[in-house]
């Protein structure tokens, strides 16, 4: 058996993978991208410790299954919402985007 | 029992009240009317206050105080500050004196402020001056006169500025304010230096108080620790209120504000200014009279001297002023002396009784002569704004041989100046010669200075009478405007008060003569015993011989159409009647020494410092605060990646923290 | 053995289809490693014995999302998709790379220094029949709450997606 250590590396390393795209790239699609990375990871983590820690439940599992869906529904509003982006300051940066800057 | 006391304080206010907030909404007779009837219910209070209190049976000989309402304001450990109604004898007095002549200025202005603008706002201004004076005499403690006080000082501010778009109007009341305010820090001094030391600040000396139902007692007191911590605390104490009380009552050289005053209404100046709020201070020695003679008997003579010094000052400038109104108010200013030197001739008694009559005849005298002062002033003052109303000018130059013209007026300013100049059957005869008496008991010296002051009176007096109403006719003006008699809401109050000065005048001076009892020394005196006045037959008879000499001097001087001796005095010494005319310099030292001096040597520094050091720190702060926000404006820069990685930063040092926890 | 070695292949797959998707310029190169790793981690799942969550990944999120996804950068990502690069400020990479650094430390510390015990399990998947009556049940401990709403949820969201992203009329 794989010990339960070595899931968690795993996640650990594809959320903070995640993190990095998010605060390193400019294009708003792709920090969306590195955030459904970050779900991924920590679906990853449910699962394995559903699975090998608590196997008589199923907790985990369905907590995954949710957040696969919620992470959609969220996918789909936050693209609505870069379109509007883009349909207002024409460009798909978020540097575009600094209207908040004090 | 006297309950109803409380509408006595509390019928002014709600006139003011409502006079000052709606009054302009109202016509000008809606709104005198409502002054006026409020007014006319606390005078009939008043007078029941007096009939009831005066009718009561006497306890040991002695008339009982009575507080029908005190309670604590504002409790401070042991001190505390109460608000309260006190019925004794001279409050009560002074409930008369302040009602009576009130009501006949309310009445009076009817006539006098018609057709004036912010007539409404007058009256309201005479209800807050009537009801903080009758909160000054019912005061049961001596924080509670102070605050009083205090409002009377800002209702005479008030009214003084009356026409305020005029600039000598604003002047006059600005320095009434100050000078009095200026008086009233000492008079703050004492009061804290008394209560600290005694601990309390109530009148209760005695302790003997029949206290109403619901009330606060007073804590008694304890003037033996304030003496034994110190055989100089009471009197200094009393010294610094004394000198409070010598600003609000025109003492010399506080006096330079009342003269000034006089820009205000006439009707004000007779109530405020002769009447009522310049004998505050000698209300409060009176008030504090058991202190003085038991714990402070050397320092009367401070309070004798300077009421000497004054008395004589004014009566000297009185006699080269031109301008009537300044001739009573110095006129005012002399006869306030006079009953300041009756208190202080007051001496300890004799023979193991604290005051007998040494200390009764000099407290009853003063508290005498208030009240037919009062009557007697406010009569010529109200006398002097019918010749106004008729001349539309002060100046007795442009005056003369109004006694064809104004019949009423002539009459009542006659009998007030044969008062005020002391010639028997008249009240002011009794009063100043009582006055008179005590001095010479106290010292021949000052007795004769005071007589040779009471001649000087009646001069200037007479030499004011003939000025107006007899001498050369001023016909250019009266062919253009022929001066009328008054209207009748004008001359009826002067009748009243005539009668009154009449009536008193004759049943003292028989009674004095003939030992009748029941008259004033009855119901006031020091020791609250029934004193009947006796005319010591010699002192009487020189004082009437010195006031007809007086007369009739000023008689052969100013009677005729022209005035040769007059004009050669004025040419003989133009110098001293400069001096005098300008009221020997006492404003322009004044001015002196607060420009050269306090201005320049201690505002300044001051000013410096505040503007510099206070608003310089504040400042500091405030720029410091700018450069706070602005070294960490960068922080929102909008970027959202950024915000991330602070978050991010964020939650990982929480996590440490946590698990080093 | 086999578990390992499919597990390792696995983790390889995922790590490096992560990193060269946040790494790569072109937009669409990245969305295609996203698919990557979608695609690995539901073959983690299928390791896991968890073939329902595995099959539901590979429909919901490699199918939809991923063509969410697609449609997104088609409509706003023009320039982009015609090789246009995107460059990234040195200074956000090392301030992006420190921060994640750290996080990742932190978690690595947690992760050593806590104790786990597994426990011995059966290579066995979890039956279906199971799976369905806890998605709808309605006792303790069943998921019909969450199921219901998340249907509602996912209804708010098509709805407020389309009213976010409409035309406006111009009036």
């Not at chain 2, 302040?98 to 006949?104: A, D, F, N, Q, W």
């Not at chain 2, 003496?227 to 025109?250: D, E, H, R, W, Y």
């Not at chain 2, 008997?297 to 301008?323: K, N, R």
């Not at chain 2, 002396?337 to 007998?356: C, E, N, R, T, Y």
Request: glycine share 8%; proline share 3%; with cysteine.
């Amino acid at each position: 058996m794989i010990p339960v250590e070595c899931y968690f590396a795993l996640s650990a390393l594809l959320f903070f993978i995640g993190v990095y795209g998010f605060v390193t790239r400019r294009n708003l699609i792709a920090m969306l991208i590195s955030v459904e990375l970050v779900l991924n990871a920590v679906d990853i983590n449910f699962a394995a410790i559903n699975r090998l820690l608590y196997p008589n439940g199923m907790e985990g599992m369905f907590m995954t299954l949710f957040v696969i869906g919620v992470a959609a529904a969220e996918s789909a509003v936050a693209i609505a919402i870069i379109i509007n982006v883009y349909r207002k300051f024409k460009s798909d940066s978020v540097d575009a985007i600094q209207n908040m800057k004090g | 029992m006297f309950s109803y006391t409380i509408f006595i304080m509390l019928l002014p206010l709600l006139s003011f009240i409502v006079l000052g907030l709606a009054g302009m909404k109202m016509q000008h007779k809606v709104a005198g009317l409502i002054g006026t009837c409020s007014l006319g219910i606390v005078t009939i209070l008043s007078y029941l206050c007096a009939f009831q209190y005066f009718g009561m049976d006497r306890v040991d000989g002695v008339y009982q105080t009575f507080v029908p309402y005190n309670f604590t304001w504002l409790p401070l450990g042991n001190l505390h500050f109460d608000l309260g109604i006190l019925l004794d004898p001279i409050s009560v007095m002074m409930l008369i004196v302040i009602s009576t002549v009130s009501l006949m200025v309310h009445i009076y202005s009817f006539g006098y402020m018609h057709g004036e603008k912010g007539f409404q706002r007058y009256y309201a201004f005479l209800s807050l001056f009537t009801m903080s004076m009758l909160g000054l005499v019912l005061a049961t403690n001596i924080f509670q006169m102070y605050m009083f006080w205090e409002l009377v000082g800002v209702s005479s501010y008030l009214l003084i500025g009356f026409y305020y778009p005029l600039k000598p109007a604003i002047a006059a009341s600005k320095k009434a304010f100050i000078v009095t305010r200026f008086a009233d820090m000492f008079f703050l001094i004492g009061i804290l230096t008394f209560g600290y030391f005694v601990d309390s600040f109530s009148f209760s000396f005695a302790g003997d108080i029949v206290m109403g139902q619901g009330t606060t007692p007073f804590i008694e007191g304890n003037i033996a620790k304030a003496v034994a911590a110190g055989g100089f605390i009471i009197p200094t104490a009393l010294v610094l209120m004394f000198i409070g009380g010598a600003g609000k009552s025109a003492m010399f050289p506080l006096h330079i504000w009342l003269p000034d005053a006089m820009e205000g209404p006439t009707p004000v100046s007779a109530l405020i200014h002769a009447a009522t709020m310049v004998v505050a201070g000698v209300f409060q020695i009176a008030r504090m009279f058991p202190l003085w003679i038991q714990y402070a008997p050397e320092a009367m003579s401070i309070v004798v001297w300077v009421g000497v010094l004054t008395a004589f000052y004014a009566a000297a400038v009185a006699c080269a002023q031109s301008d009537i109104k300044r001739v009573l108010a110095f006129s005012t200013i002399s006869q306030i002396a006079f009953m300041m030197v009756a208190l202080g001739v007051s001496l300890p008694g004799h023979h193991g009784a604290m005051m007998d009559n040494h200390a009764q005849l000099g407290y009853m005298a003063g508290m005498f002569h208030l009240f037919t002062h009062a009557m007697f002033k406010a009569c010529l003052f109200l006398g002097a704004g019918c010749i106004i109303h008729a001349v539309h000018s002060n100046e007795m130059a442009l005056m003369g041989g109004l006694r064809k013209y104004m019949p009423v007026t002539h009459i009542t300013f006659l009998i007030s100046c044969l008062a005020i100049a002391g010639i028997p059957l008249f009240s002011g005869f009794s009063s100043k010669d009582e006055i008179i008496t005590a001095c010479m008991q106290y010292s021949p010296v000052v007795g004769w200075i005071m007589t040779g002051i009471a001649a000087m009176t009646a001069f200037y007096m007479f030499r004011l009478y003939y000025g107006i109403f007899w001498g050369t006719e001023n016909k250019e003006a009266h062919e253009h405007h022929t001066p009328h008699e008054a209207p009748l809401t004008m001359t009826i109050p002067l009748i009243v008060l005539c009668v009154i000065t009449v009536g008193v005048g004759i049943y003292s001076t028989l009674g004095g003569f003939l030992g009748w009892g029941g008259s004033f020394g009855s119901y006031v005196s020091a020791a609250g015993t029934d004193y009947t006045i006796h005319f010591d037959t010699q002192i009487a008879l020189t004082s009437t011989v010195i006031a007809i000499l007086s007369i009739c001097l000023a008689t052969y001087i100013y009677k005729g159409e022209s005035q040769p001796i007059a004009d050669r005095l004025y040419a003989t010494f133009p110098k001293l009647h400069r001096a005098a005319y300008k009221r020997f310099y006492q404003d322009e030292i004044w001015q002196y020494v607060t420009h050269r001096i306090i201005f320049r040597c201690v505002s300044t520094p001051i000013a410096w410092f505040d503007r510099h050091i206070v608003d310089g720190s504040f400042n500091f702060m405030a720029w410091g605060a700018n450069e706070a926000g602005e070294s960490i404006r960068s922080w929102q820069s909008g970027d959202v990646r950024q915000y991330a990685v602070w978050f991010l930063t964020g939650t990982v040092a929480l996590t440490l923290i946590l698990l080093c926890i | 053995m086999a578990n390992t070695v499919m597990f390792i292949i696995l983790a390889v797959f995922i790590l490096g289809s992560a990193l060269m998707c946040v790494t790569t310029t072109r937009i669409m190169r990245a969305a295609t490693f996203m698919l990557f790793v979608l695609f690995g981690v539901a073959g983690i799942y299928f390791l896991l014995d968890y073939t329902f969550l595995g099959a539901a990944q590979i429909s919901v999120y490699a199918g939809g999302v991923t063509m969410i996804y697609v449609f997104a950068i088609q409509l706003v990502s023009k320039r982009t998709l015609q090789g246009l690069e995107e460059r990234v400020k040195s200074s956000k990479m090392i301030a992006g790379g420190l921060a994640a650094l750290a996080g990742l430390v932190v978690v690595t510390l947690i992760l050593l220094k806590t104790g786990f015990y597994t426990q011995e399990i059966a290579n066995v998947e979890v039956p279906m029949k199971e799976i369905g009556m806890a998605l709808v049940g309605s006792e303790k401990y069943q998921y019909v709450l969450p199921f219901e709403f998340i249907s509602v949820f996912l209804l708010a969201c098509i709805i407020g997606g389309l009213v976010v992203a409409r035309k406006e009329d111009k009036a």
